[in-house]
């Protein structure tokens, strides 16, 4: 909102620089966002002076030598100028040593080609009062001579955009801001009198122009008042009114409109005029729209209503917007005579959704949908019709017309002094309490004990309880002043969540490994989304209200934003190689949305673009590893799970070099390997990219568990190697489990087989088409003895026999 | 047999030259003292020696294998030397940089919230997490926003269609599904679920409808905190904040609290903080949270005694706060990712 500072000072005393106001405004609660000052700035030792001689430079032929009269403080003084639009006996602003002009340029006494000079005739541009740069300024009105400058040329302002938080519609008018002011600075503030008009009775009699107003929606508006003035003569309003206007950014347009605009930002209380004319029947009715009633307003809009929505009506048609914005239909124009004066309290709910739903906001709904000071109506009217009279002149006319009644806003909240000092933590005494409570026009109208009940303004809508009188206490003896003191710190004995605890495990791990975190945006277009995964398409992840297209959708993967990542580094050349990010995806599981934390990780298969020295290109088990790490953080062991081959090329994973282990029982997903090569290139990412990710359900994640020793056998084992000759399509992990399964029972009782491990996979040449041969080596142990070869010997028989017997591998020689 | 022998040892001096592997090596030995070497055979030769000149004889062949093996043993540790050399190749130019990748990094906004949880952790402060994805309810009821507030809007706020059903985000009655706005919907889970004292911090990642420009992001990161216990003041709000800006930002910052307001807060502050250590922001106040004393009705939310409990909760962006630390002047460059931006946190 714009406050003007010239505008404050029509009711309070504020000869602070408008930096200082800004700050205390600021330390209100009403913080400035910035402030805008036209015409002089204030400024030091910049005084009126008359010229009362010239000789011309003895050195320069475009100076002149001037005698300068600056009052009897100062006399006069000599003063070399090059201006020559002055006659002798003009009065001019004259900076004396001291000066500082706008810009910084600071005024010594100095010699000029030779000769002293004792200060500087100013230009309206040098003093920053206008563009006129071509001459000396000449006063009008010969000011007093050594007036300060700034006291003759008071055209100035400062303007303060300040944000008036929604708990403070009490402040929403140059009258609010200065009553907060007062209370800060503990200055008088003066409403202004409206004592001069004509007392109700003495008034005569309007109701050939007016009849009545009256209510029927009583909850959307409790309370309206409508005051008749006759004989008005429309035109400009007054210089000032017109410049306090335009200084908060209105238009003005006539004396009425600019008085309802001047009464609005002045005391907060939205008014409408109506030209008594177009008011058919002469009565007006507060009443609900009808259902697609229609009304151009003022904006030249043609507005189509519903019925929760509130107009003022004639007995015809509908005049205005209740509360947001009057009609084309009766506006005041160059030829209006007679006024009908509206001021009125609406419910700030309705007018608000009103305001909502017509897309329509103006000051006035602005005003009432936060809530206005019901009690003020009175005096709001009164002022409005002092200004008019005093502008356009008129008779205003009895009787007043009110419908309605004043709602209840008396309140009463019962405070203790002790309460408060409990609350704030700090000592504040009573009287100090009282005194930031009264500052704000509470009166404590009893107390016993430090037990107080204090009454609230009607315009403090926002004070109900007590913990609200306590921001006022503070407000007032300065929230900048409320003293720090020891941390006393609680232990809760809680741990940090295990989602954060993964987290760090994850990202370590990643930046250990050189990948760079990156970041990228949760929302994701839909295309994008479908180029990745198939089955996206069949998922809900859109928004309902995107902000743009290429935001529409929640991530199912991280690994698009870090594909896009690379795409961008490699395009820019900067040479980074590996990508990971943490954070959020989504993906239905059985017809619901579920969110997942997830870790995702991409790398080009040969590393650094370009090197001296070529590695070993990273590859499928690359990414299985790091998979599995991550998933071990977790405290999920994927090798327990079943793994299965990409063998579709319509994924984001190059058929048969990836692989992925999904199991929305256990709440993961797992996805790794090479990517979709023809994918990558149509990203125009050049190399083979190694990736992969890791999902888990939130509630799946526990906080690490301590781990119990397991004690182990201090004998040596014994290893045997087995080399089977299976299906090429056969898992070697299948394999792995079958032989695993067989050798426990083989030894059970006896000793344990300790670890089984594939060492080579062939095939090629020796065996048959369609068949690759696994070698496995077991180890045995005991943890009671060392192992004797014979009974080794027996099991490993065993093994072969049950191999032979049971499955469909083939033992090789 | 002396002169033999020495012949043999001789000709072992020799021959040890043109010895340059390992197989030269083997048949070199071979024929010295493998089954029919040389010196083998005139060992096997020892039968027919008389009884009496044995330990001779004996001395002589033993003082031959020594020196037959010492030269063994010169000629594998030069050979054994020659391998290492090969292996090795040519010594390496230590100046050449690794060829491996340039070292990872955390994101620059994960490094400022590890930072932020760090501080707070030395002061009882525990992470707590909740979803991206939450409902009205505990986005806005429940912290007390009023129904018909501009925030709830879709102007402002993202919404999830009115038929999605999320399996791990759980509703209150039927209100909509949104992306958060703030973490504090964190803060009402965290005390639904438990009783005080409470004392966490929620960092996280919120939305809101904005346009993307240098200081506004669709998705930006906040921090937020609760505490609530009995006899929490204003007090203790301050001294916590004081404590965790000193730390974040250097010996010798200061905050300064400005009266505001917030619906889930009363009485509400915004902080200001003020640090010469941050020369680009010279001495002035500058913003940086929110925060304020829980409101009594966030409490009857969730079914706290305000007359019993009290708290104080605060709010930060953290993109915010890593620009003003690292003096970055435009929130996009955290979501692009270029590396030249990333590795400078390395």
């Not at chain 1, 502008?391 to 709602?407: L, Q």
């Not at chain 1, 080596?777 to 004797?788: A, Q």
């Not at chain 2, 240098?214 to 609530?228: D, I, K, P, R, W």
């Not at chain 2, 409490?299 to 706290?304: C, D, K, L, P």
């Amino acid at each position: 909102m714009k406050i003007s500072l010239n505008w404050l000072k029509r009711y309070i005393d504020l000869p602070e620089s408008p930096k200082e106001i800004a700050d205390s405004l600021t330390l209100l609660g009403f913080e400035v966002d910035d402030m805008e000052s036209t015409g002089l700035p204030q400024l030091e030792n910049v005084i009126v002076g008359e010229v009362l001689g010239r000789q011309q430079h003895p050195n320069a032929d475009k100076l002149g030598v001037c005698r300068v009269a600056l009052g009897d403080a100062i006399g006069e003084k000599t003063i070399v100028c090059g201006a020559s639009n002055y006659k002798l006996g003009d009065r001019v602003p004259v900076a004396i040593p001291g000066a500082v002009l706008p810009g910084g340029f600071r005024i010594k006494r100095s010699k000029l080609r030779g000769v002293e000079s004792d200060g500087m005739m100013c230009s309206g541009k040098e003093i920053g009062a206008g563009e006129d740069a071509a001459g000396l300024l000449i006063l009008e009105g010969r000011p007093e001579l050594g007036t300060p400058i700034n006291a003759v040329l008071t055209e100035s302002d400062t303007v303060f955009n300040l944000e008036v938080t929604p708990n403070r519609p009490d402040c929403l008018s140059h009258l609010g801001i200065a009553r907060e002011l007062a209370a800060r600075y503990q200055r008088e503030l003066s409403y202004p009198a409206v004592d001069d008009l004509p007392a109700p009775g003495d008034r005569p009699s309007g109701e050939e122009i007016f009849k009545s107003a009256s209510v029927e929606c009583e909850e959307d508006c409790p309370l309206y008042r409508a005051t008749v003035i006759k004989g008005v003569k429309i035109g400009p309003s007054p210089a000032w009114m017109q410049d306090l206007l335009s200084s908060i950014g209105l238009r003005p347009i006539n004396n009425v409109v600019d008085v309802t605009n001047y009464v609005l930002h002045e005391c907060g209380n939205p008014l409408h005029a109506f030209d008594a004319r177009d008011i058919k029947g002469s009565k007006i009715m507060v009443r609900n729209a009808r259902e697609d009633e229609k009304v151009v307003t003022l904006d030249d809009e043609e507005r189509t209503l519903s019925s929760r929505m509130v107009v003022i009506a004639d007995d015809e048609r509908a005049l205005a917007v209740a509360g947001v914005m009057g009609g084309q239909n009766s506006e005041v124009k160059e030829d209006t005579k007679d006024l009908v004066l509206e001021v009125a309290y609406f419910n700030p709910t309705t007018i608000r959704w009103v305001s909502k739903t017509l897309g329509l906001s103006s000051d006035s709904s602005y005003r009432f949908e936060r809530g206005i000071d019901p009690t003020s109506l009175r005096f709001a009217t009164d002022r409005a019709v002092q200004l008019i009279l005093e502008t356009a002149g008129g008779t205003v006319c009895g009787p007043e017309h009110v419908a309605g009644s004043e709602p209840m806003v008396e309140k009463e909240v019962e405070l203790s002094t002790d309460w408060v000092r409990v609350k704030a933590g700090f000592e504040i005494s009573d009287e100090e309490i009282r005194d930031s409570l009264e500052r704000l026009d509470m009166v404590i109208s009893e107390e016993s004990d430090g037990d107080w009940l204090v009454n609230i303004p009607s315009y403090r809508g926002d004070l109900d309880r007590p913990i609200d009188l306590l921001e006022e206490v503070l407000r007032i003896y300065g929230t900048d002043k409320i003293p720090s003191g020891a941390v006393a710190a609680t232990a809760t004995g809680e741990n940090d969540n295990p989602i954060t605890e993964f987290s760090r495990r994850a990202a370590n791990y990643l930046v250990g490994q050189h990948f760079n975190e990156v970041i990228n945006y949760t929302l994701r277009s839909e295309a994008e989304q479908q180029n990745w995964s198939d089955s996206v398409s069949r998922m809900a992840l859109g928004l309902k209200n995107p902000i743009s297209e290429d935001q529409t959708q929640l991530r199912h993967s991280l690994l698009p934003g870090i594909l896009e990542s690379l795409r961008l580094n490699q395009s820019r050349k900067t040479g980074a190689s590996r990508f990971f990010e943490l954070g959020r995806v989504f993906r239905e599981v059985k017809g619901k949305v579920v969110e997942m934390i997830s870790v995702a990780f991409a790398e080009y298969s040969l590393g650094r673009p370009r090197s001296w020295k070529l590695r070993e290109a990273d590859d499928f088990f690359t990414a299985k590893n790091r998979a599995t790490l991550l998933a071990g953080f977790a405290g999920i062991d994927i090798g327990r799970f079943k793994v299965s081959q990409i063998v579709d090329d319509s994924t984001a994973w190059q058929e048969g070099q990836a692989a992925v282990i999904d199991d929305p029982r256990a709440g993961i997903l797992a996805e790794f390997g090479l990517m979709n090569l023809e994918r990558i290139k149509a990203l125009d990412i050049e190399g083979d990219i190694v990736a992969g990710s890791f999902s888990i359900l939130p509630e799946r994640l526990k906080a690490a568990k301590r781990v119990q020793f397991q004690p182990f056998s201090l004998f040596p084992p014994t290893a045997k190697d087995l080399a089977l000759v299976v299906d090429q399509s056969e898992l070697a992990n299948d394999v792995v489990r079958s032989i695993e399964k067989i050798a426990q029972k083989a030894t059970q009782g006896a000793f344990a087989m300790e670890s089984i491990y594939v060492f080579d996979i062939y095939e090629g040449e020796g065996l048959p088409a369609g068949k690759k041969s696994v070698a496995v080596s077991m180890v045995f142990r005991s943890s009671e003895r060392t192992l004797r070869d014979k009974e080794v010997n027996t099991a490993f028989e065993k093994i072969q026999n049950v191999i032979r017997e049971k499955t469909a591998f083939e033992i090789r020689d | 047999m002396e002169e033999e022998l020495k012949q043999i040892v001789d000709a072992a001096k020799t021959n040890v030259g043109a010895v340059s592997n390992r197989a030269d090596f083997e048949a070199f030995k071979a024929g010295i003292t493998g089954p029919n070497g040389s010196l083998t055979k005139v060992m096997k030769g020892m039968g027919q020696v008389a009884k009496e000149d044995r330990p001779t004889f004996g001395k002589l062949i033993n003082e031959a294998k020594q020196q037959v093996q010492a030269i063994y043993d010169i000629a594998l540790e030069a050979i054994e030397a020659a391998e290492i050399a090969e292996r090795l190749g040519p010594p390496i130019d230590p100046s050449l940089p690794s060829p491996d990748s340039e070292p990872g990094s955390l994101h620059p906004l994960t490094q400022v919230r590890e930072e932020i949880s760090r501080i707070f952790k030395q002061i009882g402060f525990t992470v707590a997490e909740g979803t991206e994805v939450e409902t009205e309810y505990y986005c806005f009821d429940a912290l007390n926003t009023p129904k018909d507030h501009p925030a709830r809007d879709l102007q402002d706020t993202f919404y999830l269609p009115d038929d999605a059903d999320f399996g791990n985000v759980s509703k209150n009655s039927d209100e909509r599904y949104l992306l958060r706005t703030h973490t504090s919907s964190v803060q009402i889970r965290t005390m639904l679920k438990g009783e005080p004292p409470i004392r966490i911090i929620s960092p996280g990642r919120c939305f809101r409808r904005d346009t993307v420009d240098a200081t506004h992001s669709a998705n930006f990161n906040q921090v937020e905190g609760l505490y609530v216990d009995k006899n929490v003041t204003v007090r203790d709000l301050k001294a916590i904040l004081d404590y965790f800006f000193e730390q974040l930002l250097g010996k010798g910052t200061t905050t300064r609290f400005r009266p505001h307001f917030f619906p889930y807060t009363e009485p509400s502050f915004e902080v200001d903080f003020s640090s010469s250590h941050l020369a680009k922001l010279g001495s002035d106040w500058v913003e940086i949270a929110g925060c304020g004393m829980v409101e009594p009705e966030v409490f009857a939310s969730v079914g706290y005694d305000p007359e019993v409990y009290s708290g104080f909760a605060f709010g930060m962006g953290i993109e915010r706060i890593a620009m003003i630390i690292y003096g970055i002047d435009d929130i996009r460059y955290f979501y692009q990712n270029d590396h030249r931006f990333l590795k400078q946190f390395a």
